[in-house]
């Protein structure tokens, strides 16, 4: 997991854009914001870029990347670093391809195919998600530091990959949002490149198992549909959502995923935020997989009565007989 030392090297601008807040004013040595953490009209946040520091004068206080998340998020320094480990921070990853560039690199993928693992296959039958799901990922065989691993794997548009199993989370070459355009008229889903979508449809996820949970609950959605892959391509999300008409919200049910929808609602005030059809569930995916555990149990209630008029039935049936012989 990430420790202390390295959230607190991520860039903090970067934090700050992922949770939907942009600088009022900003030059090479520092940026202002308005208050993250409560409601005012001038900017008295302060973030020193060069030493990525945050200082707020209007309550005095400030610190470093830890400190910031750990009063935005009201929660433990352990809390704040399992969130940051699951975001994918670009100035994290820059880092790490620095010191790929320095040394060795520690990775590689060795096979990239259609979905054939029956571990993997469990794995998405665990989130909830059959083979009506198969066709937009892959099944992907990598190295990290010489240990052979694979996941199921989801392409971005630079080529980069988003990697799942039952025991790993993490991602693959650069970091983007992926696109798919699901046309009824073609059953081909692909990416999307430099098309002009204006009046189109599109959905909007933070992450693919997300996505992936929409389609298997509407398997014949028209339209498009957008994987973040963190909230801090946010940027690039609302570059891209500038070619549609109508725009679909289904992010998580938390802060970092609150502030990320009230941010694109203030560039797109005609998109619609869906988040309460699965609330209080913090995604799709635990929504969909609600849906299936409340399905098996009334099945199971189901077979259990019907397994007891069974045995009355035949209860009667044997006291009958034996009336008869008697």
């Given at each position: ?11 903090l601008e970067e ?102 693992n029956e571990h993997?296959?469990s794995y998405l ?202």
């Amino acid at each position: 997991m990430m420790n202390c030392k390295q959230f607190n090297s991520i860039k903090l601008e970067e934090v700050l854009v992922s949770l939907g807040h942009h600088p009022t004013k900003q030059n090479e040595k520092e940026a202002w914001y308005l208050n993250p953490f409560s409601t005012e009209t001038q900017a008295s946040f302060k973030l020193d870029k060069r030493n990525n520091v945050w200082y707020l004068h209007s309550q005095g206080i400030g610190g470093a990347n830890i400190d910031f998340m750990a009063k935005y998020l009201n929660t433990s320094i352990k809390e704040v670093l399992e969130w940051a480990e699951k975001q994918n921070f670009s100035s994290f990853q820059q880092q790490n391809v620095i010191h790929s560039i320095n040394s060795k690199p520690n990775y590689q993928i060795t096979k990239i195919r259609e979905l054939q693992n029956e571990h993997l296959k469990s794995y998405l039958h665990q989130r909830g998600l059959s083979q009506v799901v198969y066709p937009l990922i892959k099944e992907i065989h990598f190295t990290i530091s010489e240990k052979n691993l694979y996941a199921i794997g989801f392409e971005n548009r630079s080529g980069g990959w988003e990697l799942r199993n039952s025991f790993y989370k993490g991602s693959l070459l650069r970091k983007d949002i992926s696109i798919f355009n699901f046309n009824n008229e073609n059953e081909n889903q692909s990416q999307n490149q430099n098309q002009n979508e204006t009046g189109k449809s599109i959905v909007v996820f933070e992450g693919f198992m997300d996505a992936l949970s929409f389609v298997e609950m509407k398997p014949f959605f028209n339209g498009d549909l957008l994987v973040m892959n963190s909230i801090s391509l946010i940027n690039k999300t609302k570059e891209h959502l500038k070619k549609y008409s109508e725009i679909h919200l289904f992010l998580d049910n938390d802060k970092a995923g609150e502030n990320c929808k009230n941010s694109i609602l203030n560039s797109f005030p005609e998109a619609k935020d869906h988040s309460e059809i699965y609330f209080p569930h913090k995604d799709l995916n635990e929504y969909l997989l609600s849906k299936i555990k409340t399905k098996i149990e009334i099945q199971l209630q189901d077979d259990l009565k019907l397994n007891q008029k069974e045995q009355e039935s035949e209860s009667i049936e044997v006291n009958q007989i034996y009336k008869r012989k008697r």
